[in-house]
C-alpha cells in the first residue's frame, strides 16, 4: 500500500480530518529523513507576515524562512512575475542564453556598485563558488604557489551545509561524522581582529565572515571589526567575501550589512531573500578583477541564471531599490528593539541585532529556546531557538508595528515568572 492508498480508507481519511497536524507530522516522520527538528505546525497557506495551518489555525511568522521571506509570504509584485515568466520559458540550462540572465545580473550589478555577478541557486552553492573563486583569484592574480591557498573563517559561523563548508564549521552536530573535510580553511575567534592578523599568511587569499552572525544567534560584531577586517585585507591584498546570505537585503534595514558598517567588501554573497521566497537564487557579486577569473567549462549550475529565478530576482531588485522597504525595516527594527529591551530582566537575560532582526537570551530559568518556541506557537507567534538558549526573531519586512506589538507582547507572557 503507499502512503496515498492509506490515505483514502476512510479511517485515515477521518482522522486525518480530525487532526490534519499528526497526519502530516506523522508522514515526515516516516518517510523524510530525519534532518530537522521543526516545531509541530504544519502550514497550508500563507500571505504577507501570516501563515495558516492545516487546521485553519493562524500565526504571524516571526522567522520568515531565516529572511528568505524578507518580503513576506506571496508578495504580489514577486508572485506576479513568477506567473509571468511561467508563461513564457523556465529553464534552458546554460548551454543557450536566456532574455532574464542578462537584466538580472546588469541590475543586480547596479544595485550593488559591482561590475559582474555569478548566480547560482542556494547560498551554500554562493559560499562555494565564492571558495573557488576567491582561490582561483589567489593562484592567477595575487600569484600563491598552486594549492596552497587558505581562506580564514570565524568561529561559530554559518554558511551552509556543503562538506567544505561544514568542514570549517566550530559546530560539532554541522561537521560531526562528515569527513573527510577540504583542507585550506584557518578559523579564528568572531570579532577578534588580533587573532585574525595573526592568521593571516602570504597564502591567504581570502577572509570569509559573515557581518552579522545569523545563526550562532544573530551576533554583532564590535564596532570597527569589519573597517578593520578592510584594512587587513588591504595590507596583505586578501580578499574580503562578505556572506549577506541572511544579513543581506533588507534584514538589518540595509541592503547590507556590511555597508551599513561604512565597509564595502570584494565579494558579496547572497541568496535566500534574493528568491523572493519563492524559489531558490543566490549570487556571487564582486568586480570583473575577480570574477572574471572564472572561465567556461570552470564553474558552472544547470539551475544557475535561469530564467524564471532571473524574473524573480528581478522583480525583488525592483522592490529593493525603491529604499522605501530598507527605510520601514529601519524604523520597525528600532520599534522592535525598544520593545525587547524592556524584556530584559523579566526572562530575558539579553538582545542583540540590528533592525528587523533579533537574537534573545532566554534566562534558563524560564526554559530553554526551544520550549519558548513552542509556548509562543501556541499563541500563535512562530520563532526558532537556536544554540539552546536563544530565540530568533527576524519577521518579515512587510510586518506591521501592531503585528510586532503583538509578537513581543506574546513573548512578555510566555517569559513572565
Ligand atoms: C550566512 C549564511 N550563509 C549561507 C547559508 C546557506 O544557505 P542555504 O541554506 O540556502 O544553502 C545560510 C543559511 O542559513 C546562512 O545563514
Known sequence: MTPADAFVTAEAASNAVQNATDFHTGLVAEYSAHNYHPLPVVVAHAEGAWVT??????????????????????????????????????????????????PFCAELSGLLGKQMVLPMNTGAEAVESGIKVARKWGYEVKGVAADRARIIVAAEGFHGRTTT???????????????????????????????????????????????????????????????????????????????????????????????????DADVYLLGKALGGGILPLS????????????????????FGGNPLACAVGRAVIRLLEDGEVLERARDLGAHL???????????????????LWAGVDVDPRVGDGRAVSEALAARGVLVKDTHGATVRISPPLVVTREELDLAVDALGDTIKR
Open 53 to 102: 495551518d492545516v487546521e485553519g489555525r493562524r500565526y504571524l511568522d516571526c522567522l520568515a524562512g531565516y529572511s528568505a521571506l524578507n518580503f513576506g509570504h506571496r508578495h504580489p509584485d514577486l508572485v506576479a512575475a513568477a506567473h509571468r515568466q511561467l508563461e513564457r520559458v523556465t529553464l534552458t540550462s546554460r548551454a543557450f542564453g536566456n532574455d532574464q540572465l542578462g
Open 337 to 355: 528593539h525598544d520593545r525587547l529591551a524592556g524584556l530584559v530582566g523579566h526572562g530575558v537575560r539579553g538582545v542583540r541585532g540590528v533592525g
Open 165 to 263: 563548508i561544514v568542514g570549517f564549521s566550530t559546530d560539532p552536530d554541522a561537521r560531526g561524522g562528515f569527513g573527510p573535510f577540504t583542507p585550506g580553511f584557518d578559523v579564528v575567534p568572531y570579532g577578534d581582529l588580533t587573532a585574525l592578523r595573526e592568521a593571516v599568511t602570504p597564502d591567504t587569499v581570502a577572509v570569509l565572515v559573515e557581518p552579522i552572525q545569523g545563526e550562532a544567534g544573530v551576533v554583532v560584531p564590535p564596532a570597527g571589526y569589519l573597517a578593520g577586517v578592510r584594512e587587513l585585507c588591504d595590507t596583505h591584498r586578501v580578499l574580503f567575501v562578505a556572506d549577506e546570505v541572511q544579513a543581506g537585503l533588507g534584514r538589518t534595514g540595509h541592503l547590507l550589512a556590511t555597508r551599513a558598517a561604512g565597509v
Open 283 to 302: 549570487a556571487v557579486v564582486a568586480d570583473a578583477d575577480v570574477l572574471g577569473v572564472l572561465r567556461p567549462g570552470q564553474h558552472g549550475s544547470t
